[in-house]
């Protein structure tokens, strides 16, 4: 089965940019879905198909992907960003990352 | 707006059958689609499985002998059944909307979640 991979958590002070990493084999061959989940919250949206935001996110959130890894962008973080991130691909099923909790300092 | 609107059983004991079901507003349940996925306390995200009309049921190989994901176009709902639960299966479960099936690019992601149920399962 295919596995996918994140650091497990990230501090970064405001204003800074937070980069999140999503590792898999062939990743880079692979359309990469993020999700933003708040304490006590559903997931939310806010990266799919590697690079497009859903209306209503803000564009300081971008999506990357290369032969490395996928990568959640968010440039100028602010207090409200901080939430665990998943990425997801979809690999004759839905497959989640472990996710990555995003701690603003 | 489409709104995903959950409820079922919160508490069980061992060995019953979970049952929750996810109403939808401002879709219908055709041309997506639809997934489960659960939480564990304090870990990540699980799929359960998906449904849609025209593709059928898929499931998440650890939980398929146990899982069975229905749809009703009449009530624009979507039902999920997972039996002899354990303690194991106490976890946060959302419903969820992929974008429209027909369409340009990839379509295997949830645009939409519902509010979760907690489910806790304990003698």
């Known amino acids: 089965s295919f596995v996918v991979t994140q650091p497990p958590s990230l501090s970064v002070a405001p204003g800074e940019t937070a980069r999140i990493t999503c590792e898999g084999d062939n990743i880079g061959d692979r359309s990469v879905h993020w999700y933003q989940q708040k304490p006590g919250q559903a997931p939310v949206l806010v990266i799919y198909?590697?690079?497009d935001r859903p209306s209503g996110i803000p564009a300081r959130f971008f999506g990357s992907n290369s032969g490395a890894g996928a990568t959640l962008t968010i440039a100028g973080v602010e207090a409200g960003d901080e939430a665990v991130y998943y990425c997801q691909v979809w690999w004759d099923h839905y497959v989640f990352g472990p996710g990555t909790e995003v701690t603003v300092l | 707006q489409v709104q995903l609107q959950q409820w079922g059983a919160g508490l069980l004991k061992p060995s019953d059958t979970l049952s929750l079901t996810c109403g939808v507003s401002g879709a219908s349940f055709s041309g997506y689609y639809w997934g489960w996925i659960r939480q564990p306390p304090g870990k990540g995200l699980e799929w359960i499985g998906s449904?849609?009309?025209?593709?059928?049921?898929n499931y998440n190989s650890s939980l398929e002998s146990r899982v069975t994901i229905s749809g009703d176009t009449s009530k624009n709902q979507v039902s999920l059944k997972l039996t002899l639960v354990t303690a194991a299966d106490t976890a946060v479960y959302y419903c969820?909307?992929?974008?429209?099936?027909?369409?340009?690019?990839?379509?295997?992601?949830?645009?939409?979640w519902g509010q979760g149920v907690r489910v806790i399962v304990s003698s």
């Open positions: 198909r590697v690079t």
């Open positions: 449904i849609s009309d025209s593709r059928g049921t």
């Open positions: 969820a909307k992929s974008p429209p099936i027909a369409g340009a690019g990839p379509r295997r992601f949830f645009e939409q």
